[in-house]
């Protein structure tokens, strides 16, 4: 009996195993008729308390990914990605790196702790790091890091570009420069801030425009995860009196100063969020408060774009979503279909020079360095309005994107139809410095760009 | 003056907030010795309970919901006494908090997985308006939950003081082995508490919830009952209570009339700072029963 049982389960075995096996040469051969793909990992973060934002941004940009799959690829070669769940946790996020790190050329590390993490060690690995919108300011600065493209626009040059519009609100006509200091003047602006290196980064700018434009900043650290800020809250509306607040928060931290701010009568149109206290789900909680609360934005929200209706209509329509149908064309998830837009475009642009095959980091980054979306591109993709021109050097890796605003009609974000420029030239040689200042205390060598092809 | 008794007042409300967290750690520590660490995981799970049979999967009237949701704290209860703490009886007290905190990973995830993870608006129609009073900002929301931890800790100390099954708790609490010898079944007792400690959970995630969203931050609404424990003494409710309110006002001050001075953002630690003087002069906290051993 023990002998037969015996037998039946080495049976069992060898017929699984055959099974297995057959079903793994059908795939190869299967994937080898596919044509050749490139690996894209993804740091993603569908649990705790960040979920809302991780789950949006991943989910846009495998829909795209899906899209471009569906539609032959990008000349023939298809996308093939896995995920890695991080929750939003730093030591996780760099092991997820280090699990993709042989087969991926790019990585998205969709945190700020994250970046700061990868940053050293995807410069040794020639990875290219792509932090839309968070990260280092400094990382702007090619010639300091060229593996890292803080793109659209750093946070630095979104504070310029929000003092600007603030000043915009305030009367000043918008082009004149030698002007905005009037308009500036006396103003007394609370920088609301999550306390982590992320809250503190637009400390040194705000400090620095406030010296050069005359108004007065406050800067209000919030304690993480911030979940009750009365403190600040009647500091900043009953003692320092401020004409305007800027949110810098994250998660939960941003819907807060929107309750906080109802219940001391502080008009919520005088209080203007960092794009990641922008989202649907940072003012939904908040209910009747969030009416009229401002936020800036790097891209378009909602689906009337010809790309989100290409996702909806090809992708969702053939059940291949990744995420419930309600969230397309949320801020998030269009988040992640810019950020899909990007890695598309770059991968087209080294194409063009190294051939149609899968590529290495180091030719994804001199595609990076060579990117340029222009505005006749953007409307071919289906995605004017959505998204603003785009030009990479190897000194510039920040791309030179405007600031888009919106704000939060009781039901949905809608764009207010102003875009930004951000204050360049201020800001550029504040980045330098820092960066330079950076090398010196790790050691690298500036690159010289004007020697770089 | 007028600003000083402001940040005062709304501090001592906040303070109430935290002690509405607090509370279910004090019961649970009072009847069992075991330092719940998943009360504020509880928090979060009831709120989500009470946002699905509210809107997102049943459109049922508040006062069904509420009954709902205390009835999925219930089986909560049962649950987590059956399956992780009856097999630990009489194993040491460390090992019961350990538990705690997979019972916390538990619920964070059973509830994101049923309820999402979006955050979610929850609006049960208290009011939200601030009304001025010699000069101070006192919100009506606020108010309305100092009514309600007033009720709540009356029907406590009723419960605890005037009930068959209070008094039988208090015994388990003071000793296990003795209660258990006279009569009263340790694990039923534990079940009790277990499940009043989840109808505290249940009003501390409508408070946090209404006002912060229904959201997997509410979790860390736990950190913030810690220093209250420490000061008010971990197995008394008075002394919860009035430790929420020391802490409430003293981060609140701490923060507007200190934090200038140190950078700002001390409110998360300050309390701390007040828990370790208190430890220093009163080891079991301001209210905490003095507990001495022989050896």
């Known amino acids: ?453 | 003056m007028t600003f000083f008794f402001e940040v005062l007042v709304n501090g001592l409300m906040t303070g109430i907030m935290y002690s509405l967290v607090g509370l279910g750690f004090a019961l649970i520590f009072k009847a069992s010795d075991v330092f719940n660490m998943a009360q504020g995981a509880m928090s979060l799970f009831a709120s989500l309970a009470l946002y699905g049979f509210l809107e997102q999967y049943m459109h049922l009237p508040l006062w069904l919901a509420l009954l709902c949701t205390v009835a999925v704290m219930t089986i909560w209860a049962y649950a987590i006494v059956f399956v992780v703490l009856k097999p630990l009886v009489n194993r040491p007290p460390l090992m019961l908090f350990m538990a705690t905190f997979g019972v916390t990973y538990l619920m964070e995830g059973i509830g994101q997985s049923i309820y999402g993870t979006q955050a979610k608006g929850l609006n049960l129609g208290i009011p939200d308006n601030t009304y001025e009073v010699a000069g101070i900002f006192i919100s009506s929301f606020d108010l309305f939950f100092t009514a309600v931890a007033a009720v709540l800790v009356v029907g406590l100390v009723w419960f605890f003081q005037k009930t068959r099954n209070g008094r039988a708790l208090r015994a388990v609490s003071d000793d296990h082995e003795a209660a258990l010898c006279v009569g009263i079944p340790l694990l039923k007792a534990w079940t009790i508490t277990w499940i009043v400690a989840g109808v505290v959970a249940t009003v501390a995630g409508v408070a946090w919830g209404t006002r912060l969203g229904v959201q997997y931050s509410l979790s860390f609404i736990a950190l913030k009952a810690l220093p209250v424990l420490i000061i008010g003494g971990i197995d008394s409710i008075t002394g919860v209570i009035i430790a929420g309110l020391i802490v409430g006002a003293g981060e609140n001050l701490g923060e507007v009339f200190i934090g200038p001075y140190v950078g700002g953002g001390i409110q998360t630690f300050f309390p701390y700072l007040l828990a370790l003087l208190v430890l220093y002069f009163k080891p079991y906290g301001l209210f905490g029963k003095e507990i001495i051993e022989r050896v």
């Open chain 1, 1 to 453: 009996m023990g002998r037969k049982l015996m037998y039946t389960f080495f049976a069992l075995v060898l017929t699984l195993s055959l099974v297995a096996f057959t079903g793994q040469a059908q795939a190869a051969k299967e994937k080898k008729k596919e044509g050749p793909t490139q690996f894209v990992g993804i740091l993603a973060y569908r649990t705790g308390p960040f979920a809302a934002g991780g789950s949006g941004f991943s989910s846009g940009m495998e829909d795209y990914m899906e899209l471009i799959n569906m539609e032959g690829g990008i000349n023939g070669v298809k996308y093939v990605f896995e995920e890695c769940e991080t929750a939003y946790n730093t030591a996780r996020g760099v092991e997820c790196y280090n699990r993709f790190k042989d087969k991926m050329i790019f990585v998205h590390p969709l945190s700020t702790g994250i970046t700061y993490a990868l940053i050293p060690k995807a410069t040794k690995d020639h990875i290219v790091v792509i932090s839309s919108g968070y990260g280092r300011a400094d990382a702007s600065d090619g010639r300091v890091f060229p593996w890292v493209f803080p793109l659209p626009t750093n946070y630095w040059s979104q504070n310029t570009a929000k003092i600007k519009w603030i000043a915009k609100q305030e009367g000043w006509d918008g082009k004149d420069m030698s002007t905005i200091g009037k308009y500036l003047k006396g103003l007394k602006i609370a920088n609301l801030h999550i306390d982590v290196p992320y809250g503190q980064e637009t400390k040194p700018i705000l400090n620095a425009m406030a010296k050069k434009f005359g108004f007065k900043v406050r800067h209000f650290p919030v304690p993480w995860p911030g979940i009750d800020q009365k403190a600040q809250w009647m500091d900043i509306v009953r003692r320092f009196k401020a004409d305007w607040v800027i949110n810098r928060n994250w998660g939960v931290s941003c819907t807060v100063p929107l309750k906080e701010a109802a219940r001391l009568g502080f008009p919520r149109n005088r209080i203007l969020g960092v794009w990641w206290c922008g989202s649907e789900e940072d003012v939904l909680p908040a209910g009747p408060a969030a009416k009229g609360y401002y936020s800036t934005n790097w891209h378009g929200v909602g689906r009337n774009f010809p790309v989100i209706q290409r996702i909806i209509d090809k992708v969702y329509g053939k059940m291949k979503g990744h995420i419930s149908f309600t969230r397309v064309g949320s801020v998030y998830y269009n988040r992640g279909v810019y950020a899909g837009i990007i890695n598309t475009e770059a991968i087209r642009t080294a194409q063009k020079k190294f051939g149609n095959r899968p590529l290495t980091g180091d030719e994804f980054r001199w595609a990076m360095e060579h990117l340029n979306i222009t505005a006749e591109r953007i409307k071919e993709l289906g995605a004017e309005g959505f998204m603003q021109p785009l030009k990479f050097s190897c000194a510039d890796h920040e791309g030179g994107g405007k600031v888009f605003f919106q704000q939060w009609d009781g039901q949905k974000w809608v764009m207010t139809g102003e875009t930004m420029e951000p204050m360049k030239d201020f800001v550029r040689k504040m980045i330098e410095k820092s960066a330079e200042k950076y090398a010196k205390e790790q050691g690298i060598k500036i690159r010289d760009c004007s020697k770089v092809d």
